[in-house]
């Protein structure tokens, strides 16, 4: 999740220095409820010993309003149908929210 972060930090000042100004905070959309809950969450101690720094570095960014992270179900995943096994309901979804149609099926 931290590279991520790092990537949309480098997109933001991208698009700054093109000119476009961003007002919103930039999403990184998320499946895992805990990393989520983790980022938002100073407390939890005990999960997070060996990723503080990350932690500590993510939630800087979501308290400066820079990202934040929505949580995505994991069968609205779009990046699924190009990486894992799925079935075929779930790879007809993708396909038509992708805007990737048979060339084949009459107008």
Not at 23 to 40: Q, T, Y
């Amino acid at each position: 999740m931290a590279q991520g972060v790092c990537e949309l930090l480098w997109i933001r000042r991208l698009l700054t220095e093109l000119g476009f100004k961003l007002e919103k905070p930039m999403e990184l959309h998320c499946e895992n409820k805990s990393a989520i809950d983790i980022a938002h969450n100073p407390i939890q101690h005990d999960r997070t010993k060996y990723v503080e720094v990350d932690r500590h570095f993510i939630k800087g960014k979501i308290d400066n309003k820079i990202s934040c992270l929505p949580f995505l179900k994991s069968e609205d995943q779009l990046a699924d149908v190009l990486t894992k096994a799925v079935c075929g309901r779930v790879f007809h979804d993708s396909l038509t929210k992708l805007g990737i149609g048979d060339i084949y099926t009459p107008t």
